[in-house]
């Protein structure tokens, strides 16, 4: 990524947690309906402006969602952003632990304090927050959000757009479909078969 060519779609407050993982890479701009008085860059109100211009070249979604409606919205215009000829490279916060096996896939974030190990996949658009944590072999799948704290054991295999709440644990060959949510601070599938 060049240092400063770099698009946020989205300056709420997930987007502070994106900007530091951007490092020294300098945003061009941002889109967003309010001003994020925090950001030096230029201000873009709507995405359909934003997606008639091909430039900053790259971007990222600055957007977050906890939800499977707001995350499925979330990967549709990340998508969008892609058919306009943008690329998505992955972000990285330089404090997470990602293993050289592990495959990490366009417009997925990585944040701080968080483990992913061997085997494992990072889908497309997909959230890996603070301190998450997914083990060998599991599956996050392309624009789900994987919430702080939130542990994925070995070879589980979540779908598209699911939410895994702060502090959950989903147990090893856990299987959690397309757009399903998992409690926070909840054992899934609970003890004894029961999802």
Known sequence: MSDNNILMVGAGGHAKAITEALESHA??????SAAAPWLAAQRIDDDETALQSAEPANFVMGMGGVTSGALEY????????????????????PAAHVSPSAQIEEGAIILAGAIVQPGAVIGRAAIVNTGA?????????????????????????????????????????????????????SLSPARGGAA
């Open 133 to 185: 944590i997914v083990e060998h072999d599991s599956h996050l799948g392309a624009g789900s959000h994987l919430a702080p704290r939130a542990v994925l054991l070995g070879g589980v295999t979540v779908g598209r757009c699911a939410m895994i709440g702060a502090g959950a644990i989903v147990l090893p060959q856990g299987e959690i479909g397309d757009g399903q949510l998992v409690a926070a601070n």
């Open 27 to 32: 945003l061009m701009a941002y889109v967003d």
């Open 74 to 93: 979330r990967f549709s215009l990340f998508e969008r952003y892609l058919a306009s000829g943008r690329a998505a490279p992955p972000v990285r916060h």
